[in-house]
């Protein structure tokens, strides 16, 4: 099946420093890529759909100069969290799509979890 | 707005108990329907999913699901659950005119005693 893979699965960082996260699509290509927020015990909320060459569309409420999205291949998005802090100590999780389909059967990283200290 | 509503926050069944996780959701047009698992430190798997046809969907791990339009529900079923089966299990759903965009329910965390 179509394997999906995020680095780091886990990062510790200062507040105000700027932590990058990787999604890439091993096996398939990925035109669109998914970047949710997994709060304890809750569900995963959409941040923002990745789409490869432009500009990523952001979910209502996700600041996009806080959390900057780049998607320069089929393969691979990656999502900075800019200026850390406490607050923005996450699980991130990122998903694909496979190119030219769209039923929404989606492909899931294995998490991210960032720790702002 | 579009909605997916799990109101089973967390189920503990004893092995072989017979499982039923609800799932309803809030859209009145066309949706792709889903059951996502999550193993205990591992990724979101795809258990099953409805399309169209049958509302009787046969996922992995003997798990199924049926699709009843005039409840808006989703509702998982195994008839006879395992410790394996321990598990944060989603509801999740698309709209036709959304595909890609997937809404996902609360989750359920089932726990299994062995």
């Known amino acids: 099946g179509a394997v999906v893979s995020q680095h780091p699965s886990w990062v510790i960082c200062k507040s105000g420093t700027s932590v990058k996260i990787e999604c890439r699509s091993l096996?398939?290509?990925?035109?669109?890529m998914f970047w949710y927020r997994q709060f304890p015990k809750q569900s995963l909320m959409l941040m923002a759909t990745?789409?490869?060459?432009?500009?990523?569309?952001?979910e209502q409420g996700v600041e996009k100069d806080k959390f900057l999205i780049n998607h320069a291949s089929l393969t691979l998005s990656t999502l900075t969290v800019t200026s850390a802090h406490p607050e923005d100590s996450s699980f991130y999780i990122c998903?694909?799509?496979?190119?030219?389909?769209?039923?929404?059967?989606?492909?899931f990283g294995e998490g991210s979890r960032l720790t702002v200290l | 707005a579009q909605s997916v509503s799990q109101h089973n926050h967390h189920v503990i069944l004893s092995e072989a108990a017979s499982l039923e996780l609800g799932c309803n959701y809030s859209?009145?047009?066309?949706?792709?329907l889903f059951w996502y698992v999550q193993y205990p430190g591992q990724h979101l798997q795809l258990l099953l999913k409805?399309?169209?046809?049958?509302?009787l969907v046969k996922g992995i791990k003997g798990f199924e699901a049926e699709f009843i339009k005039s409840k808006f529900s989703f509702n998982l079923r195994k008839p006879s659950v395992q410790w394996s089966d321990t598990a944060e299990y989603f509801c999740?759903?698309?709209?036709?005119?959304?595909?890609?965009?997937?809404?996902f329910g609360s989750g359920t965390r089932l726990s299994i005693r062995p």
């Open positions: 859209y009145g047009g066309t949706v792709n």
């Open positions: 998903s694909a799509e496979l190119a030219g389909v769209n039923t929404g059967e989606l492909f």
């Open positions: 999740a759903v698309t709209t036709y005119s959304s595909a890609s965009k997937i809404i």
């Open positions: 990745s789409n490869e060459g432009s500009k990523a569309t952001y």
């Open positions: 409805y399309f169209s046809g049958d509302p």
């Open positions: 096996d398939f290509q990925a035109t669109t």
